[in-house]
């Protein structure tokens, strides 16, 4: 696994640094958006953005309040994380049925969770209780990885949102699960 970060401006810039990492040579792609930007149709451009340039990638991502990148915090800006693997397999959903955060969590490992599943990383945006989630995650399954958060938002007025290549949802959970005997979780 390698792992590419870039601070996002356009989409000129994303396709020379895409390029110049030589990102499409590998097959499985994750890709984990930081947006400070809680704009919905600026998130659909990335996305958007993404697609065109890695049409194999899986995103996930959430908005935030404090973007981190090499170290360095900033706000409203849209930080890009792009790991590559060789031979794990990613699987990404995104729940906004009107069900429990428990039932969510169900929902999410009945659907993405497999006898190789290492690890899921999970999104929810700020309605979603994060220890109910959990909590149904692992009824299904206790022995898989689970990392994430709640998405953030750097001003009172605007939305939390989450979001996987299939769109960008509110009062919602977005989460990629990755799998393979040769991806270890210590």
Do not use: W
């Not at 973007?67 to 990613?90: A, M």
Request: with cysteine; charged share 25%; glycine share 6%.
């Amino acid at each position: 696994m390698k792992t590419y970060n870039v601070k996002y401006r356009d989409f000129k810039t994303l396709q020379l640094y895409v390029n110049s990492n030589d990102i499409m040579k590998y097959n499985n792609i994750l890709v984990q958006v930081f947006s400070g930007i809680c704009n919905k149709e600026f998130i659909n451009e990335v996305i958007r953005n993404l697609k065109l340039l890695i049409p194999q990638c899986k995103i996930v991502g959430a908005t935030s309040s404090g973007e981190i990148l090499n170290g360095d915090i900033f706000e409203r800006e849209c930080i890009i994380s792009i790991s590559v693997f060789e031979k794990t397999i990613i699987k990404s959903i995104l729940v906004k049925d009107n069900i429990s955060d428990f039932s969510k969590g169900v929902k999410i490992a009945n659907r993405i969770i497999s006898t190789d599943t290492k690890a899921i990383i999970s999104f929810g945006d700020s309605s979603i209780m994060g220890e109910e989630l959990l909590n149904g995650m692992n009824s299904v399954n206790d022995h898989v990885l689970v990392a994430g958060g709640i998405a953030g938002k750097s001003d009172p007025a605007y939305e939390t949102y989450v979001f996987t290549e299939e769109g960008v949802e509110k009062n919602a959970v977005a989460a990629v699960a990755l799998e393979g005997e040769f991806f270890k979780c210590k």
